[in-house]
Each structure stands twice: as C-alpha cells, then as structure tokens.
C-alpha cells in the first residue's frame, strides 16, 4: 500500500521546536519532490515549504522563512520540517506531498498546536 505518514506533531510553547517527519512506504521518494502544507481551523491549506528530488533546491513560505527547514533523507525515505520559534499562528494541522509532474500522494496529517 502506498502512503506517506507524518508524525512529530504535538503541543509546544511559544517559542519551542518540533521536527516533523514524512515517512513513505510502499514507493521510493527518491523521484519525488516533497512539500510541508499546513491547514489552521477555518482557513484554506497553505503550502510551507518544498525541497526537490534531489534536495538541492529548497523553498520557503515568507511567513516560516528563517524559522522553519526542509530536509529529506532518501535512504531513510523520509522527509523533515524542522520548525523552530514557532508561534501560536503556526498551529495548524501540517501534511506532507510527494509529487511528480504526473502522481501526488498526501499524508493524513499531523496536529502542531503552539499554545501557552
């Protein structure tokens, strides 16, 4: 079965960190890019962030630019958000996208609440 699955998620204080991580099975990252979209309650999806295939090219929302990094391992075909002086604007519930030009597959989710 192919899926990807997020996990890091959690409650963290303004100001904290959390890591993020994108895991795939039953396909290889490797062909893929990889995107971080984030949805809060009452608001439309917002892409984050995107790193390319190759990991040599990256890019940033304005908002999370300077706090937040992309990264992926392909040997561990994973990719990873990590968020740092996060704000209680950034909770949201944050999924994960691998795509080509012609196949897309999405995560369910993971809740990030940034909350004093």
């Known amino acids: 079965q192919l899926q990807l699955v997020e996990s890091g998620g959690g409650l963290v204080q303004p100001g904290g960190s959390l890591r993020l991580s994108c895991a795939a099975s039953?396909?290889?990252?490797?062909?893929?890019?990889i995107g971080w979209f984030r949805q809060a309650p009452g608001k439309e999806r917002e892409g984050v962030s995107c790193i390319s295939s190759s990991g040599d090219s990256s890019n940033y929302a304005d908002s999370v630019k300077g706090r937040f990094t992309i990264s992926r391992d392909n040997a561990k075909n994973t990719a990873y958000l990590q968020m740092n002086s996060l704000k209680p604007e950034d909770t949201a519930v944050y999924y994960c996208n691998a795509y080509t030009d012609m196949l897309g597959y999405w995560g369910q989710g993971t809740q990030v609440t940034v909350s004093s």
């Open positions: 039953g396909f290889t990252l490797d062909d893929y890019a």
